[in-house]
């Protein structure tokens, strides 16, 4: 199984972007629909984007679908996340996730969470 781990920035600035990136060191996420999601501060977690093993149907939820990129690079192994336009409602732990089927099926494996925090 894959042991994800999510890095990028920990901070931005509103107005600015985030990126993050999802690995598996030791791994593969090639076989695998990526999946990213994040949790606010007493709000329940929600999607906000996902790709197919083939990146070729990356999904986002309609709140987000303006300002999200999700992308994947199968050689490189990795994964990732870019909100543009981000504002401190952004603030959350992100996470990566990994399905053994797609993006439409539940994920099977989790990464840790990172914390970002955009300041006003």
């Known amino acids: 199984q894959p042991n994800l781990v999510e890095s990028g920035a920990g901070l931005a600035q509103s107005g600015g972007s985030l990126r993050l990136s999802c690995t598996a060191p030791g791994g593969t996420l090639s076989h695998y629909a990526i999946g990213w999601f994040r949790q606010a501060p007493g709000k329940e977690r929600e999607a906000v984007g996902c790709i197919s093993m083939n990146g070729q149907r990356p999904r986002y939820p309609d709140s987000m679908k303006a300002r999200v990129l999700v992308t994947r690079d199968n050689r490189a192994m990795t994964a990732s996340l870019k909100i543009d336009n981000v504002t401190p409602a952004d603030t959350a732990i992100y996470y990566c996730?990994?399905?053994?089927?797609?993006?439409?099926?539940?994920?099977?494996?989790w990464g840790k969470g990172i914390q970002v925090t955009v300041s006003s």
């Open positions: 996730a990994a399905s053994n089927i797609d993006c439409n099926y539940p994920m099977d494996f």
